[in-house]
């Protein structure tokens, strides 16, 4: 029966819910309360569909909401007879356990018809909110890891080289090379405890900007989910499954500074394949240039939407860098080295990461189960020298420290959509395992990146499992 037919009998109200890049929502709890009190309920259908019939004349109030999106409600008023037509517009949630499909998933406020309507998905408080893919574009970035520096109170700061992990600020706090932030990338944790440079060592330089489809963050130790890494804030970065176009980059400038990328998407096995290739060298203002050089590749398949696909990415870097430390400043004075130079032009570093993850997600109306498994190679040497010839007058006082590792683990969880107290809430409950195989943890003296005796070496195996529950 059409519509316009039933219009004709009795009251009717229809529509249709979509998400904010214009896709249909099957599966949406419509919630329909009428004026007496009588609740109703309805789903949407493949195409995002909703319908009810025989409504009684009066003010009436509607709820839309989904797993994994930021419910919403209207109040309508029903004709005695007669049809009416009520769309919906549902926004990604901020904590959504997601595969990112697309740069266009999360859409800024600024670039909606109604922005009153969308305040939810966006910016959901101070400490929680989601940079789009089209504020990342338009941000001019120097170095990978100011990614992160859109996330409002961040600050990002480098030393000993271009190579090596960032300095991390947030809200004033210094977070060293990252133990207080998490940071995951296309489900992958980048953080690794019992790091040769500190506890928490998280270095993003395998990361893509180009691939970057959105960025959600938060602040606080407020997030179980997150793990003990995340004492002061944590940021989720998802890549995009396809791009609207290639792309290729190619970028130079003063200092030695050269950059190029390509990359692409096409269909490919029933989904889409994306690659993504990067090479980097920078010098920097020092007398003995940094020669920092980058070698990155991304290959990522995957299947499905949003809500229900699959995902498996494999991603490779290499990096290799020279760097100029910090110097004694009578040594400037004096006239020994410029302030651009220094006293050990052996110091810097190399360091990989190879890694492979698998995304699966299955969601049905109320409720979303997705699955993460990884695994990760990652190898460091970086050698300092803060004392110079303090301690060792001859061979000076240079160190390496070093960290091999395998990293595998895994995460599920699981949302449901149910009632608390009469409203409606989203559980989630999950469980995470991690186990790190550190074949070596070192310390060694050294000249000229040349190993002359061991202070500590160790190898160790860390395991990590928590259990989840946040309602």
Sequence with gaps: MSLASASEQS?????????????????????LTLASGEV??????????????????????????????????????????????????????????????????????????????????????ASQGAITARQLEARPMMRTGEVLETVPGVVISQHSGEGKANQYYLRGFNLDHGTDFATTVAGMPVNLPTHGHGHGYSDVNFLVPELVSGV??????????????????????????????????VTGGGQGFGRAVVAGSRAAGGGTMLAAFEVQGNDGPWVRPDRFRKVNGVVRFSRGDALNGIAATGMGYRGTWNSTDQVPERAVDTGLIGRFGTLDPSDGGDSYRYSGSVEWQRTRQNASTKLTAF????????????????????????????????????????????????????????????????????LYRTASRTRLDTVRQDAVRDDSRYERVRR
Excluded at 99 to 115: C, G
């Design 216 to 249: 959600q963050f938060s602040k606080g130790p407020y997030f179980a989910d997150q793990g003990d890494f995340a004492t002061a804030g944590a940021a989720t970065i998802t890549y995009a499954n396809s791009l609207a176009a290639p792309l290729v980059r």
């Design 375 to 442: 695994g990760i190679g990652y190898d460091l040497n970086l050698f300092s020298n803060f004392t110079y010839f303090l301690d060792d007058p001859v061979n000076g006082d240079q160190f390496d420290q070093a960290d091999h590792r395998f990293v595998t683990g895994a995460r599920l969880s699981h949302r449901r959509l149910g009632r608390l107290l009469g409203r409606p809430a989203q559980n989630t409950v999950g469980l995470q395992v991690r186990h790190d195989d550190i074949a070596n943890v070192g």
């Design 11 to 31: 009251a009717v109200l229809a529509g249709a819910v979509r998400d904010d890049a214009g896709g249909p929502l099957p599966g949406v709890a419509v919630e």
């Design 40 to 125: 109703r309920a309805a789903a949407t259908d493949a195409g995002g569909a909703y319908r009810f019939e025989g409504l009684p004349e009066g003010e009436a109030r509607l709820v839309f909401w989904l797993v994994h999106f930021a419910g919403t409600r209207r109040t309508v008023t029903i004709p005695p007879a007669g049809a009416v037509r009520v769309d919906a517009v549902l926004q990604l949630s901020l904590s959504a356990d997601v595969t990112v499909t697309a740069k266009s998933t999360f859409v800024n406020l600024a670039d909606v018809e109604d922005p009153t309507r969308s305040l939810v998905g966006i910016a959901q408080s």
